[in-house]
């Protein structure tokens, strides 16, 4: 064809590449009003728990008014100040971080296993740091919280190997999980039972323990417990990424820059150490490392970069609310707070298995 007969290239249009571009700011706007949204929502949780630590202080067989508290907690000379320091201010502290650790370990194991139902409670983590003490208290003797730290990690530690192993590895699905966890669960219950009963003499010693108590808390034993559980944070923390990135699929987190193995082992042992810490602090408590995560799952979606941080929040002000309520329904006697998580928490329970069987018909 001549040269004269060629047709001229189309001209590009101005203004329908103008039209096509994709609005860059408009695009942006939701999602930073989301991050808007869940921020304010964070900031909310935390004025519920400050709420709850003053209600965690003023509560009890002697209550306290908020001006009775303050002078407690800066005036030596003040009635209140053996109370506050010596009582409820451990007892707190103890809650607070015993219910973060459960809290991060519950949403820590349900995104790894991918198991909705995965607690540390349910799944034997918290029955294999219990057996572990018991054993340390009744054959060796052992009663102080520097003691049962270790056993409890190495306990927790061997049945969530154990747990990974026989659910069926990077091939565990929800159902041997649960199944898995059960079996140990009630094998490791039985046993400690089983020391209890035989062994008279440390009855008494494992009796409000073995239930999931805040009322023996000390000073030394929160201070002694905090840098097990804030490691433990900073790794649930850093696991955020690498999580959100494993629940696509191995081959797409190794894409993303993932290594599954890693963030494995690394999930592996930040349950260990925070289920390990909480329950050689108070013992074994159910059911807040299964509901706080799902409470927090419809306030944030699955993005463990936010659910995390709620999670860090509001599992302390469920362990918070429950032990105040507990004080309040037997005062001036007062009801455990392993008690009462198990009775809130085997409802929700029962819902949520409800709604997923009418969702999956």
């Known amino acids: 064809m001549s040269r004269a007969g060629r047709r001229p290239p189309p001209r590009r249009s101005t203004e329908l590449s103008l039209t096509t571009s994709p609005p860059v700011p408009e695009a942006r706007a939701p999602a930073a009003g989301r991050r808007m949204t869940r921020a304010a929502g964070l900031a909310a949780a935390a004025g519920v728990l400050l709420v709850l630590v003053l209600l965690s202080l003023a509560v009890g067989a002697k209550p306290l008014s908020p001006g009775e508290v303050w002078r407690g907690l800066v005036d030596e000379a003040s009635s209140g100040y053996p109370v506050v320091h010596q009582m409820r201010l451990p007892r707190t502290l103890l809650g607070l971080l015993v219910g973060m650790a459960l809290g991060l370990a519950g949403a820590v194991m349900q995104s790894l296993t991918r198991n909705p139902i995965a607690d540390p409670g349910l799944l034997g983590i918290s029955a294999g740091a219990a057996a572990a003490v018991v054993?340390?208290?009744?054959?060796?003797?052992?009663?102080?919280?520097?003691?049962?730290?270790?056993?409890?990690?190495?306990?927790?530690?061997?049945?969530?190997?154990?747990?990974?192993?026989?659910?069926?590895?990077?091939?565990?699905?929800?159902?041997?999980?649960?199944?898995?966890?059960?079996?140990?669960?009630?094998?490791?219950?039985?046993?400690?039972?089983?020391?209890?009963?035989?062994?008279?003499?440390?009855?008494?010693?494992?009796?409000?323990?073995?239930?999931?108590?805040?009322?023996?808390?000390?000073?030394?034993?929160?201070?002694?417990?905090?840098?097990?559980?804030?490691?433990?944070?900073?790794?649930?923390?850093?696991?955020?990424?690498?999580?959100?990135?494993?629940?696509?699929?191995?081959?797409?987190?190794?894409?993303?820059?993932?290594?599954?193995?890693?963030?494995?082992?690394?999930?592996?042992?930040?349950?260990?150490?925070?289920?390990?810490?909480?329950?050689?602090a108070c013992g074994p408590i159910v059911f807040v490392g299964l509901m706080v995560p799902h409470l927090v799952r419809a306030l944030t979606g699955p993005d463990l970069r936010w659910l995390l941080p709620y999670c860090a929040?509001?599992?302390?002000?469920?362990?918070?609310?429950?032990?105040?309520?507990?004080?309040?329904?037997?005062?001036?006697?007062?009801?455990?707070?392993?008690?009462?998580?198990?009775?809130?928490?085997?409802?929700?329970?029962?819902?949520?298995?409800?709604?997923?069987?009418?969702?999956?018909?």
């Open 135 to 280: 054993s340390a208290i009744s054959f060796l003797g052992i009663v102080s919280f520097l003691g049962f730290v270790w056993f409890a990690l190495a306990g927790a530690g061997a049945v969530a190997v154990v747990l990974y192993a026989v659910g069926g590895g990077r091939n565990a699905t929800p159902a041997r999980l649960a199944l898995a966890g059960a079996a140990l669960n009630a094998a490791l219950y039985s046993y400690v039972n089983a020391v209890q009963l035989l062994d008279t003499v440390s009855l008494d010693r494992m009796r409000f323990w073995t239930v999931g108590s805040l009322a023996a808390a000390q000073g030394d034993t929160v201070v002694r417990v905090a840098p097990f559980i804030a490691l433990g944070l900073v790794l649930a923390l850093a696991l955020a990424r690498p999580l959100n990135a494993l629940t696509m699929g191995d081959d797409a987190a190794r894409a993303l820059g993932t290594s599954p193995g890693r963030t494995r082992a690394v999930g592996i042992v930040t349950v260990t150490l925070l289920c390990g810490a909480a329950t050689a």
């Open 313 to 361: 929040v509001l599992s302390p002000a469920i362990m918070l609310g429950a032990d105040v309520l507990g004080r309040v329904l037997a005062r001036p006697s007062e009801v455990q707070v392993g008690i009462v998580t198990a009775v809130l928490g085997g409802p929700v329970f029962l819902h949520f298995i409800r709604r997923r069987r009418a969702v999956n018909s």
